[in-house]
């Protein structure tokens, strides 16, 4: 007979942080912003198809693969084993970083279960969308779907395979099949130009810690330590849940933090989810709310819509509530951070999508076929706000209207909304007591 032991340690949980959109929600901003709150920020799925820019001191920087806590020097990042890692990007990343001062060797640590990105796998992105002509999914092609496929087809190389001896030998073994698949596409490529940038990148990549991060993490969870989990990309991205096949190939949504990190779900703490006060999604696939005139392109100048990854105009359109009810559901979301409310600023009155017109029908959740079958928005309209939002520094001063939205928004969705963000900047956002609604 075994006696239950009674619990040595008290386990802290860790939080997470990410998009209940389609991307681009301003995590990167919040995460540098909450990262004084924690002892470690760690990343756990998607790869350098994501971009997370964080402004603050004059500075404006972009990150794709290393967690938003970096700027932080005594705080611990980690990229967890459900990333997976462009070496070419990454050096870049720490190449920029040196260039500010910051030296990532120190606070930056890297799963040896996530996987590589080849450059083969970019080139398949890069067949992969050709082939699919106009259908395709507007991939940032950054290798990611082909890298992901190669995890699930048990064929993927991992960063521990660096400090096997024969890793070249099982980087041509890999490469091999992957010419194979780009002479089936019939697709053009030079891989000796795209070689020496991954090899290199692979050195610079042996020169960081490599660790077991699920051992890690769950020992600074026992140690008392607290874990802010960062996503990527947004949950209607989500590889289950998005508008597939217009997605992307990881688990976006919490689930997604428990598999990308090695941490079991009762440890999961406070799920903060985060939205812009309207809707961008880049890429193909379904957005109800799109708006192809000039309110769209006013929102896309004002917010400066434009991919942080690749650059290319983000499609804009008004808040969906059906879609961010959803996301919050399979979120477990117990707050909500409201981004971007100074580009709203302006229009005499802004919309919210109430519902869905489909298949004739009045629907307030998002059905299975969303790609064939039209979603038509059902909208509410409320006051505008006038006010430049961008230099106000205190809840109590935000204009009335914006209150009233906010409010709104809040009883749609029965969470709080615990911050509000008025511009780029780290300084540029207000907290909020959690509030009764
Ligand atoms: P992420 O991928 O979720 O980290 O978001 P991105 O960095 O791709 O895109 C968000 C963009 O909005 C960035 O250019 C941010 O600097 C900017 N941004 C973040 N919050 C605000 C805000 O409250 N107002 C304005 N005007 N810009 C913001
Ligand atoms: P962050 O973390 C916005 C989109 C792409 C495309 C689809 C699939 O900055 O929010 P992929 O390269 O993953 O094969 O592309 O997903 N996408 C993003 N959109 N923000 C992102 O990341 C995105 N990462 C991928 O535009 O539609
Ligand atoms: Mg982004």
């Known amino acids: 007979m075994f006696e239950r032991l009674p619990f040595i340690f008290s386990t802290m949980k860790a939080d997470v942080l990410l998009g209940l959109q389609w991307g681009d929600e301003g995590k990167g901003k919040v995460v540098d912003v909450l990262t004084p709150r924690y002892d ?17 001191e004059g500075i404006k920087h972009v990150l794709h693969t290393i967690p938003s806590g970096i700027f932080h020097p005594t705080k611990a990042n980690v990229i967890g084993n459900g990333v997976v890692i462009d070496p070419v990007v990454f050096k870049k990343e ?22 590589l990105i080849l450059p083969t796998h970019r080139l398949l992105d890069a067949a992969s969308e050709a082939a699919k002509g106009t259908a395709k999914i507007g991939s940032t092609l950054k290798g990611i779907g082909p890298a992901y496929m190669d995890k699930t087809g048990r064929n993927g190389l991992r960063i521990g395979d660096l400090e096997h001896p024969d890793f070249k030998s099982l980087y041509n073994t890999l490469v091999a099949k992957h010419k194979e698949l780009l002479a089936h596409h019939d697709y053009q ?15 610079e990549i042996k020169k960081l810690t490599l660790i077991d991060s699920e051992y890690v993490l769950n020992n600074y969870l026992n140690e008392g330590k607290a874990i802010l989990a960062e996503g990527a990309q947004g949950s209607l991205l989500d590889i289950d849940f998005g508008s597939y096949p217009f997605v992307t190939s990881s688990h976006t949504i919490t689930a997604g933090t428990c598999i990308g990190l090695g941490l079991a779900p009762g440890t999961i703490g406070e799920v903060y989810g985060i939205f812009k006060a309207y809707c961008t999604r880049v890429g193909s696939g379904p957005f109800p709310t799109e708006l192809e005139d000039e309110t769209g392109e006013r929102l896309r100048k004002k917010g400066n819509e434009f991919g942080s990854t690749t650059g290319r105009p983000r499609r804009c359109g008004w808040l969906d509530l059906p ?23 302006g229009f005499d009155k802004v919309k919210v999508c109430t519902h869905y017109k489909y298949r004739g029908k009045i629907i307030d959740h998002v059905p299975y076929d969303v790609v064939n079958e039209k979603l038509e928005p059902v909208y509410e309209e409320l006051p505008g706000w006038s006010e430049d939002l961008m230099q106000v520094s205190d809840v109590e001063n935000l204009p009335a209207n914006l209150m009233a939205y906010i409010d709104y928004i809040e009883h749609a969705t029965q969470l709080p909304i615990t911050i509000i963000s008025v511009g780029p900047d780290r300084m540029q956002t207000l907290m909020r007591k959690a509030v009764a609604f």
């Open 40 to 56: 470690v920020i760690a990343r756990f799925q998607g790869g350098p198809n994501a971009g997370h820019t964080l402004e603050f």
């Open 94 to 115: 720490i190449d920029a970083l040196l260039k500010l001062g910051v030296d990532v060797k120190k606070n930056l640590f890297i799963s040896r279960k996530a996987h």
């Open 189 to 203: 490529y030079n891989l000796d130009e795209l070689e020496p940038a991954f090899f290199e990148g692979i050195e």
């Open 323 to 345: 879609s961010l009810k959803y996301a919050i559901m399979l979120n477990g979301v117990t707050q909500l951070i409201m981004m971007k409310s100074d580009v709203m600023s």
